[in-house]
């Protein structure tokens, strides 16, 4: 059974702050997305990392995917309130069916 | 991008009815979508995939016939939730992707609340 550990599960910063958020598995997936949802919504994809080694940055958000493509990180500088949410990562199974981590609950407090 | 609608965003139904929930791939055919089910701060369960013209598969411990899953359409998948109880009651999503190119992402719906009393 592939899992994907990500962590931390919970993170409360303040204004201004950088985090990082990780998702590390011992399988190998063939890409793996990061969504962001907010409550009451469904998720909303932010990026897809396919290339071992690739680094993909949306404005103040940085995504890695490893090497051996069983792990990634999302870096976010200078967190704002607006960047409340949970982010969730996702690997793909090469069969289109994702694999979700337990998901990251951020607070960013102004 | 590719957008995905669910209906209803919410809904409220007795024990022992079933509710129907629709998703739809509005800009794009998806010949198959998924269904999850989300518990409160908690991540995405997938339920079922759900196939264009063939049965759908379940995952395990997702009973099939109380959770009956149709694609009569590259478009339209539905779930329809059978003798409904309050440990039914949900955040259920369902997302589709456009296919190889990039590798299989997925677009969700808005989700549906449903609330058995």
């Given at each position: 059974t592939q899992l994907l550990e990500q962590s931390p599960q919970f993170l409360s910063i303040q204004e201004g702050e950088n985090l990082t958020v990780y998702c590390n598995s011992s399988s190998v997936f063939s890409s793996l997305q990061w969504y962001r949802q907010e409550p009451g919504e469904g998720p909303v994809l932010l990026v897809t990392v396919v290339t071992g080694g690739e680094v993909k940055k949306l404005k103040r958000l940085t995504f890695q995917f490893g090497d051996a493509r069983k792990d990634s990180s999302l870096h976010i500088t200078a967190?704002?309130?607006?960047?409340?949410g949970l982010y969730l990562c996702a690997g793909n199974n090469q069969g289109g069916k994702l694999i979700f981590g337990q998901g990251t609950e951020l607070s960013v407090k102004p | 991008g590719a957008v995905v609608s669910q209906h209803p965003s919410r809904v409220i139904c007795k024990s022992g009815t079933s509710v129907k929930i629709e998703c739809r791939s509005l800009d794009f055919q998806a010949t198959t979508m998924f269904w999850y089910r989300q518990f409160p701060k908690q991540s995405l369960m997938l339920m079922a995939t759900s196939n264009e013209g063939s049965k759908a598969t379940y995952e395990q411990g997702v009973e099939k016939d109380k959770f009956l899953i149709n694609h009569?359409?590259?478009?339209l998948s539905t779930l329809t939730v059978t003798s409904?109880?309050?440990?039914?009651?949900s955040f259920y999503i369902c997302s589709a992707h456009k296919g190889?190119?990039?590798?299989?992402e997925q677009y969700f719906g808005p989700g549906t609340r449903l609330t058995v009393t």
């Open positions: 967190a704002q309130p607006g960047d409340t | 009569a359409s590259l478009t409904a109880h309050p440990e039914d009651s190889r190119t990039p590798d299989y």
